[in-house]
């Protein structure tokens, strides 16, 4: 069965430090990848998504994560956090089929200290 | 304004009662989906609709009914037979041609 893990269950960070979340995926064929973040009180919006082509993708407010097939991984990064990305982040993976059901990690805690 | 409605936001209910929460989407899109958010398990998918009047189990279905009469409605009943219903649910929805699904607000369940 397909699985994601997301290996920090919950990381603490001062503004102006880099962060990177790790994320691999179980599947061995073709995937799709999607990191969603859910600020406190808010929906549960896409951050960035891959389904082909350059491996390095770039979502919204300056978050990238880069797609590396041998690893099966997908790392969410950003140079510099700020505050207002204290949020819980979640990778995602579509699986097979036309339905395309989305198998979630069990997320992360982001906090950011101002 | 276009998106997806869930209501109401928090719900509570004593056990042993069903209780049904309510998604609606005008995106027009095909596809819906409802999974289960738990602390420390990220999102857990219950069921899906691809298509009005059809509609699939997910990983944990069990003590859990869906209808799909309508493209715009996909609402969830919680069951009594539901062991743990205590939880926040999610409902999703997603053209039929894109990989991307868009989430609603969320229904927060308490069962007392």
């Known amino acids: 069965a397909q699985s994601v893990s997301q290996h920090n269950h919950h990381v603490i960070l001062s503004e102006a430090a880099s962060l990177e979340l790790g994320c691999n995926y179980s599947?061995?064929?073709?995937?799709?990848l999607f990191w969603y973040v859910q600020y406190p009180g808010q929906h549960l919006q896409l951050l960035l998504k891959?389904?082909?082509?350059?491996?390095l993708v770039k979502g919204i407010k300056g978050f990238e994560a880069e797609f590396i097939k041998s690893k099966f991984s997908f790392n969410l990064r950003k140079p510099s956090v700020q505050w207002s990305d204290t949020a819980e982040y979640f990778c995602?993976?579509?699986?097979?089929?036309?339905?395309?059901?989305?198998?979630f990690g069990s997320g992360t805690q982001l906090t950011v200290l101002p | 304004d276009g998106g997806i409605t869930q209501s109401p936001k928090y719900l509570f209910r004593k056990e042993g009662q069903n209780v049904t929460l309510s998604c609606e989407q005008n995106?027009?899109?095909?596809?819906m989906y409802w999974y289960r958010q738990d602390p420390g398990q990220g999102l857990r998918l219950i069921y899906y609709?691809?298509?009005?009047?059809?509609?699939q189990k997910g990983d944990i279905a069990e003590g859990y009914s869906v209808s799909r009469e309508k493209k715009e409605s996909f609402p969830l009943t919680v069951t009594s037979a539901q062991k743990n219903p205590t939880a926040f649910y999610l409902c999703?929805?997603?053209?039929?041609?894109?990989?991307?699904?868009?989430f609603g607000p969320g229904t927060r369940l308490t069962v007392l």
């Open positions: 891959y389904f082909s082509g350059d491996p």
């Open positions: 999703a929805s997603r053209h039929r041609d894109r990989d991307t699904q868009y």
């Open positions: 609709s691809q298509i009005v009047n059809d509609f």
């Open positions: 995106l027009n899109h095909d596809a």
């Open positions: 995602a993976v579509t699986r097979s089929g036309s339905a395309r059901q989305l198998t």
């Open positions: 599947y061995g064929g073709t995937v799709n």
